[in-house]
T-cell receptor, first 115, second 110 residues
């Protein structure tokens, strides 16, 4: 298995532009998580889905952020409009059911820079 | 969700054994203890998980006392490549979300 796939790996954009980050979870994994990591705030959970349904989006910073999971093999995280404070590494992770406890598999991340 | 407390940073030298202890006083009966490792510019990677006593795999050992209020990750004979941030998390099985704390930044020196 290729693992969790994220694209793009790096994104540089200007303030005010729309940014779309993409994630393909591991096949067969029913849960998908979006995280944001910065030096100041560490690793923060933004939103997670079970069976394509958003379960908890309390970590989404504000209305500029939105996430969708139209099917089991694809999810997007959109920022519109983007701001310099959104600069961070965004990780996607997926989880397989049936294990003893939570074991999340992370993608390589998307490094976002908003100028 | 049980809160965890672990040292912010540790230093070691190549070939030494490193033990990182995590406190989780409010761990629930059906919570498991999971450790992740994160290298620079990479996502966290699962390394070991346990419920009680001792668990060992090819990477590390996890020691959990009977009261389960703490756990110790043991890395035998570390090398420079073990320099990373190590996160201790507690959580239930299934689909429950995990909360990552600040982790322990381990620096291995030659």
């Amino acid at each position: 298995d290729a693992g969790v796939i994220q694209s793009p790996r790096h994104e540089v954009t200007e303030m005010g532009q729309e940014v779309t980050l993409r994630c393909k979870p591991i096949s067969g994994h029913n849960s998908l998580f979006w995280y944001r990591q910065t030096m100041m705030r560490g690793l923060e959970l933004l939103i997670y889905f079970n069976n394509n349904v958003p379960i908890d989006d309390s970590g989404m910073p504000e209305d500029r952020f939105s996430a969708k999971m139209p099917n089991a093999s694809f999810s997007t995280l959109k920022i519109q409009p983007s701001e310099p404070r959104d600069s961070a590494v965004y990780f996607c992770a997926s989880l397989t059911p049936g294990l003893a406890a939570d074991t999340q598999y992370f993608g390589p991340g998307t490094r976002l820079t908003v100028l | 969700l049980a809160k965890t407390t672990q040292p912010i940073s540790m230093d070691s030298y190549e070939g030494q054994e490193v033990n990182i202890t995590c406190s989780h006083n409010n761990i629930a009966t059906n919570d498991y203890i999971t450790w992740y490792q994160q290298f620079p510019s990479q996502g966290p990677r699962f390394i070991i998980q346990g419920y009680k006593t001792k668990v060992t795999n090819e990477v590390a050992s996890l020691f959990i006392p009977a009261d389960r209020k703490s756990s110790t990750l043991s890395l035998p004979r570390v090398s420079l490549s073990d320099t990373a941030v190590y996160y201790c998390l507690v959580g239930k099985g299934g689909y429950n979300k995990l909360i990552f704390g600040a982790g322990t930044r381990l620096a291995v020196h030659p």
